[in-house]
């Protein structure tokens, strides 16, 4: 049963009950205007008691946060996703101090993401926000608060911060596919990893442990189903258990169709006499550094002004070349390896706004014909 009881000139409240352990807990709340507002929060906890979402403690939201994602996010994860982690709780400690997670409300998380927006890109919000609002999803499970204050929120974001997708033009993919045929022989391990990405989009981890069993040859087909973790050096198959990534788990176990011309390419690292496609005579694999080293190399050959281009990029550019001949984003996605279509166009909103703005002339094109 709930206590309630008029102190001074407001409403408290006091409901009580047993833990797992049989040991009495107590909850109560003060600062109601009137006695019904009070019994309508008594009545909220009796139903939250026979659910088992109701809590004694009120944490300060910013350690409460720390606890809950060095508990159930960072394990297993790669040292660039604990960073953020941490980075986050180092942000909420900075705007929310000492405030109980029970204080936090709606508007002031508002407030705290307008001036976030302020200076971050739109992929940066998006992340931030993503995992708080899970984080707060958890303390309304815990018992913890009654409501997501993290729930119906707008976000905003620096456009001048936001990072456009960097790739290269379907001419300048032919010219950079000519120039590293040129001469190409199976030493030149770089070269045929970069050509793998231009044919397939795969991720650099997933090229850099293919395996000649994982190239069906006559229904040409690639089926990956691991990827090297470069952070963590290990390699990780998309099948285990342990995998705890928030844009790659089992969904990245693929089949990807190919071309012909590729898998004719590729047949020259036979000679090479390993398991593993790009694993050059001398046994080693280059490294991303290595890779990168050589496209620089090719890029600049051809004039192609593009400093901040990487292997990663030539992904951006295959999927660039599926959608500007208009492949349905379903097809891109699961060629990717995402685990939804909202990642893949979240990722690529850049590349969807110009073919908006291309369909959109081709429309007016078309109706000036009328």
């Known amino acids: 049963m709930a206590y309630i009881y008029k102190r001074g000139k407001t409403w408290r409240a006091k409901v009580s009950w047993y833990d797992l352990t049989g040991k009495r807990r107590f909850k109560t709340k003060q600062g109601f205007a009137t006695k019904s507002q009070a019994r309508k929060w008594a009545n909220e906890m009796e139903v939250a008691k026979d659910e088992n979402k109701i809590s004694d403690q009120d944490p300060?939201?910013?350690?409460?946060?720390?606890?809950?994602?060095?508990?159930?996010?960072?394990?297993?994860?790669?040292?660039?996703?604990?960073?953020?982690?941490?980075?986050?709780?180092?942000?909420?400690?900075?705007?929310?101090?000492?405030?109980?997670?029970?204080?936090?409300?709606?508007?002031?998380?508002?407030?705290f993401l307008n001036k976030y927006g302020e200076d971050h890109s739109?992929?940066?919000?998006?992340?931030?926000?993503?995992?708080?609002?899970?984080?707060?999803?958890?303390?309304?499970s815990d018992g913890l608060i009654r409501k997501n204050f993290a729930q119906?929120?707008?976000?905003?974001?620096?456009?001048e911060r936001t990072r456009k997708i960097?790739?290269?033009?379907?001419?300048?993919?032919?010219?950079l596919k000519k120039s590293l045929l040129n001469g190409i022989k199976p030493s030149y391990i770089s070269r045929y990893m970069l050509l793998t990405i231009i044919y397939t989009g795969m991720r650099p981890g997933e090229i850099r442990v293919l395996t000649w069993k994982d190239i069906d040859f006559k229904n040409q087909t690639i089926h990956?189903?691991?990827?090297?973790?470069?952070?963590?050096?290990k390699l990780i198959n998309y099948d285990s258990d342990d995998?705890?990534?928030?844009?790659?788990?089992?969904?990245?176990?693929r089949i990807?169709?190919?071309?012909?011309?590729?898998?004719?390419?590729?047949?020259?690292?036979?000679?090479?006499?390993?398991?593993?496609?790009?694993?050059?005579?001398?046994?080693?694999?280059?490294?991303?550094?290595?890779?990168?080293?050589?496209?620089?190399?090719?890029?600049?050959?051809?004039?192609?002004?593009?400093?901040?281009?990487?292997?990663?990029?030539?992904?951006?550019?295959?999927?660039?070349?599926?959608?500007?001949?208009?492949v349905d984003l379903y097809s891109i996605s699961k060629r990717l390896g995402h685990s939804?279509?909202?990642?893949?166009?979240?990722?690529?909103?850049?590349?969807?706004?110009?073919?908006?703005q291309q369909s959109d002339q081709q429309i007016v094109n078309i109706l000036d014909k009328i």
């Open 256 to 326: 990807i169709k190919v071309d012909q011309k590729l898998l004719d390419i590729l047949s020259d690292l036979k000679d090479n006499n390993h398991e593993r496609l790009f694993i050059g005579k001398d046994g080693t694999i280059p490294t991303s550094s290595a890779v990168n080293k050589v496209l620089r190399k090719h890029l600049k050959k051809l004039e192609i002004n593009k400093p901040s281009f990487h292997f990663h990029s030539l992904r951006h550019t295959h999927v660039a070349m599926l959608l500007f001949q208009h």
């Open 60 to 111: 300060v939201f910013a350690e409460y946060f720390k606890d809950w994602y060095t508990t159930y996010k960072i394990p297993g994860t790669s040292n660039n996703t604990k960073n953020r982690y941490k980075h986050i709780y180092e942000l909420l400690q900075k705007y929310f101090g000492k405030t109980k997670i029970s204080k936090i409300t709606r508007h002031n998380y508002q407030d």
């Open 166 to 175: 960097d790739y290269l033009n379907f001419k300048q993919v032919q010219e």
């Open 224 to 233: 990956i189903t691991k990827s090297w973790d470069y952070d963590q050096q």
């Open 340 to 356: 939804n279509m909202s990642i893949t166009a979240s990722t690529y909103a850049y590349m969807l706004d110009e073919l908006k």
């Open 243 to 253: 995998i705890n990534k928030e844009t790659k788990n089992h969904s990245s176990t």
């Open 122 to 140: 739109k992929n940066t919000v998006y992340k931030t926000n993503g995992s708080i609002r899970s984080c707060i999803a958890d303390a309304v």
């Open 152 to 159: 119906r929120i707008k976000l905003t974001w620096n456009k």
